[in-house]
């Protein structure tokens, strides 16, 4: 949460050329409620299936190459990433500092559930580590800008795809 992948995903879509879309916002939108308020109102569960079939729905109408910045609960459940995994998504974790993260939470009060108690938040973070990392490449974050970021992303895809080309 707070890493910045709404604001970071959104850049690198602009950079690619590629088509944008931020799940939280499609949940947003559909349920036409903020996100803490289907939390409040139906509880995490109900959220968590509404998050996985806007996952799928998302998927199953993409028109062309896209980047989706996913919820910070996404990847953790299985089956997310076992259906991002089966449509070939390249995934991207940006990691950072909980300090930064914390503080980034802290300036947007309210709106992330699970960032309310400093302390629940830092456990939290601190155990889904290992399946963030299980992501396919991890970008840090550190003190940089959007655009610096996407720029470092950029750069990683581009030596990816020369490098899976089939040499003549
Ligand atoms: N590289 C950055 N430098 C400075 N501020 C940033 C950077 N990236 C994001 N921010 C700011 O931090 C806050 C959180 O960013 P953002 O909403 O993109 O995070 P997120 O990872 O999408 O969070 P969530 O997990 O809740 O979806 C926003 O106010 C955003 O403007
Ligand atoms: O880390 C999480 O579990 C969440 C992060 C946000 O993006 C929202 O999807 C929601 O607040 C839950
Ligand atoms: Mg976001």
């Known amino acids: 949460m707070g890493s910045g992948k709404s604001t970071v995903g959104a850049r690198l879509a602009e950079r690619l050329g590629w088509a944008f879309v931020d799940l939280d916002a499609e949940i947003v939108r559909t349920q036409g409620q903020a996100i803490a308020e289907v939390f409040r109102n139906q509880g995490e ?33 299985e089956r997310n ?32 559930p699970l960032a309310q108690d400093i302390e629940e938040f830092r456990k939290l973070h601190a155990d889904r ?17 959007p655009e610096e970021i996407s720029s470092e992303i950029v750069a990683t895809l581009e030596k990816r795809n020369s490098q899976s080309a089939v040499p003549e």
């Not at 995994?85 to 995934?91: E, N």
């Not at 580590?129 to 800008?145: C, D, K, M």
């Open 45 to 77: 569960a109900h959220f968590r299936q509404v998050e996985h079939e806007a996952l799928l729905r998302i998927l199953n109408m993409l028109g062309g190459p896209t980047v989706i910045a996913l919820g910070g609960g996404t990847f953790i459940q």
């Open 129 to 145: 580590q290992p399946i963030y990392r299980s992501a396919e490449l991890t970008v840090e974050i550190g003190n940089r800008s």
């Open 81 to 112: 990433r076992d259906l991002l995994c089966q449509r070939g998504a390249t995934t991207i974790y940006l990691s950072g500092e909980f300090a930064v993260l914390l503080e980034r939470c802290g300036a947007e009060q309210g709106t992330r």
